[in-house]
């Protein structure tokens, strides 16, 4: 296969998550290793290991031996240098935030070098010029997040202050061409994290471990040649992203206008233009559309011989006379409702028990009649989870009144993980006994005119959840009480409706847990495909026999020759 082929087939793996990242990072590989360029047996790298030689001396270093062994195979009239045998390694100087100044000369950091708009600190003062950089200069910052912080640059910005965990490099000469050099380093990154020492999020790599990193050395007119063969293939990358990026963003201007359409006419027709193949919603934004539509009375339509919903409610105030619920009043209902329909507070249909504080030291690992459950058990989009290995058991007798019967509706009060507080979830009929531990609350309902399942669909609204998220309290762990979500208002259909709403609901639903499942299949797909063709790729790159450019194979010179013996 050639690289142009693999350029050619981005459509099919472009779903692949970092598919473009993937393919500059293979540009890079293949680069260092000679197959994106010709080799000519008229080129010889030696004068650049006679100078890296020379330059370890002056330093005083015993220079690599070329013959040593090496990460990968190269052409056989490159060599070897190692990092010190090429360059003086300078390092940046730590500010303290109180040298900062609103005025001065730009102090360069690792985000200035990742992020062209990230915004400098800047110091007034007088500092030694070895800390100086000016345009033109190489960098090569050595210490921070793997993936991010490790990297060379060619600063182009002008005059500034070189700040810690960044290395001024002054260069040999007549070794290495920047521009390849760059190249070169930046496709050892791995090898310099591999070397480096710290915790997992931030780590840095010593001055003389980077130093004895070798590089793959082209001679100087092949490293031209590879540099502008980047370059194209780079911009060829950024291309690709370009058309990505519009294709995403036409992708989402029609998803949007699909559920508006969706949302104002919930016909069949309309439905069918959420699952279109030529553009995706993200299954997430489906389930926030049907939940809101079904809540809003615009998922099912009405039917004038069912009973209206101000029947159901006045049978309650008629069962419950000595209970007074505060009535909905015009500026609380954040939408209009069927004729049918009637605002309510959920005070009114139900009440919310809170659950008992088993002691602690009574929780086991070990299985007993009773589990305890907790906030673990609640998926954040609603519904019961088992903990498995992560399960807690209690030791001893519990009253009946903390034990969960199966099918009781319950909510977490509080948010003990992100996206949890008021997540609801019906206790499985699995034949486990389940507690009702502290901070979850139970639905109690008044009456069998409401059906748990809507519910259960409301409380996965996003009205809902925001009326919690506006009225709980708490700073590092947010929580709420069966009083204020009792106060929250809550659109109240006929219990025939209830039904239908929820049996529409579940059919929806099943339809986006498909679609889900077809998309992560196709990312699937498209990594698997998107993997395949590097592996290939790089398999033809191990035995040269990859194409960058029609004619002469790059990879191979026209006719044997030894490799390049000297100092690497």
């Known amino acids: 296969m050639t690289l142009e082929t693999f350029f050619e087939k981005f459509e099919l793996f472009a779903d692949a998550p970092d598919a473009v990242a993937k393919m500059r990072e293979l540009i890079l590989l293949l680069s260092v290793r000679g197959k994106l360029s010709e080799q000519f047996e008229s080129e010889s790298c030696s004068p650049q290991l006679a100078a890296a030689c020379e330059f370890a001396k002056r330093k005083h270093r015993a220079a690599m031996p070329n013959s040593a062994e090496h990460p990968f ?36 950091r690792i985000q200035n070098l990742n992020n062209e708009n990230a915004p400098f600190n800047r110091y007034n003062g007088t500092i030694d010029q070895k800390f100086y950089i000016r345009t033109g200069d190489f960098l090569i910052s050595w210490s921070g997040t793997p993936g991010t912080s490790f990297g060379a640059f060619i600063w182009n910005r002008g005059m500034a202050i070189l700040n810690q965990h960044i290395f001024r490099c002054e ?46 050395l082209p001679p100087l007119a092949e490293q031209k040649r590879i540099v502008a063969k980047v370059d194209e293939l780079m911009a060829l990358c950024d291309r690709l992203a370009l058309q990505q990026q519009e294709r995403e963003t036409r992708h989402a201007a029609l998803a949007r206008a699909s559920l508006a359409r ?14 279109h193949s030529s553009f995706s919603i ?130 977490p009060m509080t948010e003990q993980a992100a996206g949890l507080l008021g997540s609801p979830a019906f206790i499985p009929d699995d034949g486990k006994t389940y507690l009702h531990n502290q901070r979850l609350g139970k639905l109690e309902f008044y009456t069998d005119d409401v059906a748990p399942d809507f519910v259960f669909c409301f409380f996965n609204s996003e009205f809902f959840r925001g009326e919690l998220a506006r009225t709980c309290t708490g700073m590092k762990v947010r929580h709420t009480s069966p009083k204020r979500i009792l106060k929250v208002p809550f659109a109240l259909p006929p219990l025939a409706e209830q039904r239908r709403i929820v049996a529409k609901v579940e059919k929806l639903m099943a339809l986006v847990d498909a679609l889900e499942t077809q998309l992560a299949a196709s990312r699937a797909t498209a990594a698997r495909l998107l993997d395949a063709l590097v592996a290939e790729l790089t398999s033809a790159s191990a035995n040269g026999a990859l194409h960058a450019s029609p004619g002469q194979r790059p990879g191979k010179t026209s006719k044997k020759k030894s490799r390049a013996e000297g100092p690497a």
Not at 377 to 396: C, I, L, P, V
Request: hydrophobic share 40%; with cysteine.
């Open 73 to 108: 195979p190269i052409p056989s009239n490159w060599g070897w240098v190692a990092v010190g045998d090429s360059m003086n390694l300078i390092n940046g100087t730590a500010f303290k935030p109180e040298n900062w100044t609103a005025n001065g000369t730009p102090i360069v």
């Open 262 to 275: 969706f949302a104002d006419a919930p016909t069949p027709a309309n439905l069918n233009l959420l699952f």
């Open 171 to 216: 260069l040999a000469g007549g070794v290495f061409l920047k521009e390849y050099l760059k190249l070169a380093v930046n496709a050892r990154l791995d090898e310099m994290i591999a070397r480096a020492h710290g915790a997992v999020g931030l780590r840095h790599i010593t001055k003389g471990k980077l130093e004895s990193i070798p590089l793959p």
């Open 282 to 411: 993200q299954p997430s934004d489906l389930r926030k559309s049907i939940l809101t539509l079904a809540v809003q009375g615009k998922l099912v339509p009405q039917d004038p011989n069912h009973e209206p919903a101000e029947v159901i409610v006045s049978r309650i105030k008629a069962e419950r006379p000595e209970e007074t619920e505060a009535s909905v009043v015009e500026a609380e209902q954040p939408w209009s409702l069927p004729s049918c329909w009637q605002w309510v507070r959920l005070g009114a249909i139900a009440n919310i028990k809170h659950g008992y504080a088993f002691s602690s030291e009574s929780f086991t690992s070990e299985p007993t009649q009773y589990v305890l459950t907790t906030p673990g058990n609640f998926f954040e989009s609603g519904g019961f989870r088992d903990r498995g290995e992560n399960t807690r058991y209690f030791k001893g007798e519990v009253p009946q009144a903390f034990v969960f019967n199966a099918r009781d509706l319950i909510i």
